[in-house]
T-cell receptor
Framework: GDSVTQMEGPVTLSEEACLTI???????????LFWYVQYPGEGLQLLLK?????DKGSNKGFEATYRKETTSFHLEKGSVQVSDSAVYFC????????????FGKGTKLTVNP | NAGVTQTPKFQVLKTGQSMTLQCAQD?????MSWYRQDPGMGLRLIHY???????DQGEVPNGYNVSRSTTEDFPLRLLSAAPSQTSVYFC??????????????FGAGSRLTVL
């Protein structure tokens, strides 16, 4: 079935380090892809999205490129901050007909000063 | 403030009790959904609705009921609570079509403990 696989966490980095969180998916057709972020004690909020192959989503210094050939949507940031500490979720929405999102299990990021 | 409002934020139940988690949105979103979040499991879809009067099951619907009598409200009912339903529950909504479709707006969550 359709699924999203994220790298296992937790991930701990020092401030200004580079971040990559891997995300791969299994789906038929051309799904839309999303990264959501959950800050401590809050609900999830959209970080960025891409709706077709080779699209790059970006927001708050984070980027992810929709790679159809490798079925991937890795999240990257060149220099993380303490305020980026959160849980990050990769998700997909199937092409056509369904409003449902399928989420990965989440990756917890902790950034130390 | 526009958004998704969930109540209560915290609830403790005994096994076998029933309760309703409330969810309301004021953004005129057609699509509403309930997820549960468990450690190591991510978010799993319980039920969803694409409009008033229309509901459908998600990945883990057993033990939960929903209804959608208005566009704004989408309550989640636990008929006979079980310890396996201890979780954090999130309500989320979005436009069904157009630019905002599938960009979910989440509530702050409801933490439920079943003893």
């Amino acid at each position: 079935g359709d699924s999203v696989t994220q790298m296992e966490g937790p991930v701990t980095l020092s401030e200004e380090a580079c971040l990559t969180i891997n995300c791969t998916y299994t789906a038929t057709g051309y799904p839309s892809l999303f990264w959501y972020v959950q800050y401590p004690g809050e609900g999830l909020q959209l970080l960025l999205k891409a709706t077709k192959a080779d699209d790059k989503g970006s927001n708050k210094g984070f980027e992810a490129t929709y790679r159809k050939e490798t079925t991937s949507f890795h999240l990257e940031k060149g220099s993380v901050q303490v305020s980026d500490s959160a849980v990050y979720f990769c998700a997909l929405r199937l092409q056509g007909g369904s409003e449902k999102l399928v989420f990965g299990k989440g990756t917890k990021l902790t950034v130390n000063p | 403030n526009a958004g998704v409002t969930q109540t209560p934020k915290f609830q403790v139940l005994k096994t076998g009790q029933s309760m309703t988690l409330q969810c309301a949105q004021d953004m005129n979103h057609e699509y509403m959904s309930w997820y549960r979040q468990d450690p190591g499991m991510g978010l799993r879809l319980i039920h969803y609705s694409v409009g008033a009067g229309i509901t459908d099951q998600g990945e883990v619907p057993n033990g939960y009921n929903v209804s959608r009598s208005t566009t704004e409200d989408f309550p989640l009912r636990l008929l006979s609570a079980a310890p396996s339903q201890t979780s954090v529950y999130f309500c989320a909504s979005s436009y069904g079509t157009g630019v905002g479709a599938n960009v979910l707006t989440f509530g702050a969550g409801s933490r439920l403990t079943v003893l």
